[in-house]
């Protein structure tokens, strides 16, 4: 499945991997709307859909969630879940459509050029290396796991309640 190995000129492959991942990723999206749609049935799924904390958290998504979508794109399978997403909270086409696009284009760029090398890559690495091959691949797991799921220490609640040096209360006049 390496397309270095169509015989096809670079703007054939390029075409036909920007067409498979516009239907791929276009039809997670469209699943992901008819899921929800579904899934309103259920009073459990509708009160958490219809309450305050997930309406924020779909304007959230809704208005960051494009720049994510596309820089998905840049991952292995973590597109499918990000396209699935923006269907289920119904992210609007407006928005939807562009990151699709963009992010679309950036991977047939990578698995046009650069992709598949990656994982030949990392099998000759294997074959010459299995443990620490594996040993590398579980460290990038690792430590990408730990960017991605660490969150920053909440900040003391009553450092947000204090004065900054120089305010003083307003006393009304």
Known sequence: MNPSNWGLPFAAVWAA??????????GTYAVGRLVRGGMTRFSGVRRTLESDRYRRAEEGLNRWGPPIVALSFLTIGLQTLMNLAAG???????????????????????????????????????????????????????????????????KDPSDSDAEAPGDSPRIAE
């Open 17 to 26: 991997l920007y067409c498979i991942v516009l239907l791929r990723a276009g």
């Open 88 to 154: 289920t909270t119904r992210m609007p086409l407006i928005r939807y459509l562009p990151a699709l696009a963009i992010g679309g284009a950036a991977w047939a760029t990578i698995y046009s050029t650069v992709g598949f090398i990656g994982f030949e890559a990392l099998a000759f690495a294997y074959s010459r290396a299995p443990v620490l091959t594996v040993a590398l691949v579980i460290a990038f797991l690792g430590l990408l796991g730990a960017m991605v799921f660490v969150r920053r220490r909440p």
